[in-house]
């Protein structure tokens, strides 16, 4: 397995819109692998084909309950709203107010080109929504009700606990 680099938001790629997978095969389960061990070195929870430089609709994502490998995913159910907080690992140390369905159904097929359905709601909605967005060239700062540098966050944080 091999680490890729993240592409940061600024890089043209991210504004691209990922294109199908015809083929699973050897070589688009090496770059999932690849994806996985990717998101897990830089603690992330989920990440796109397109982040590491690979217009292909690929997602790995894990939210604590064991790794999702995603290949041509598509939602096909969305209910309700609600908003939250997301960071991503294409921009490192920012968080923004997004708002997102409060639950989801989505289709894929795993690794192995065997159909999946994922009905989700919480982190692994967001997850899903988040990554799935990466593959049509949307970034969450496009729709981010406020972004933030959690780094000032840190600051205020620690001036406060200096009272």
Same mark, same amino acid.
């Given at each position: ?14 504004? #691209? ?8 095969? /050897? ?6 692998? /690849? ?33 999702? #490998? ?54 692994? #909605? #967001? ?14 700062? /496009? ?21």
């Amino acid at each position: 397995m091999a680490l890729r680099t993240i592409r940061l938001i600024g890089d043209d790629i991210l504004k #691209k819109k990922s294109r199908e997978v015809e083929n699973i095969d /050897d070589r688009i389960r090496m770059i999932l692998n /690849d994806m996985a061990d990717t998101m897990y070195a830089a603690n992330g929870l989920g990440l796109a084909a397109v982040q590491v430089g690979i217009l292909r609709r690929l997602v790995v994502i894990d939210v604590g309950e064991g790794l999702i #490998k995603l290949v041509n995913p598509v939602i096909t159910y969305k209910e309700g709203e609600e908003t939250d907080i997301e960071g991503c690992l294409s921009l490192p140390g920012y968080q923004g107010q997004v708002k997102r369905p409060a639950l989801v159904r989505m289709n894929a097929l795993n690794e192995n080109g065997e159909k999946i359905n994922i009905e989700a709601t919480g982190l692994l #909605k #967001k997850a899903i929504c988040h990554e799935l967005d990466h593959l049509d060239g949307i970034v969450y700062t /496009d729709i981010a009700e406020s972004i933030v540098d959690i780094s000032d966050l840190e600051d205020t944080q620690e001036d406060d606990s200096e009272k």
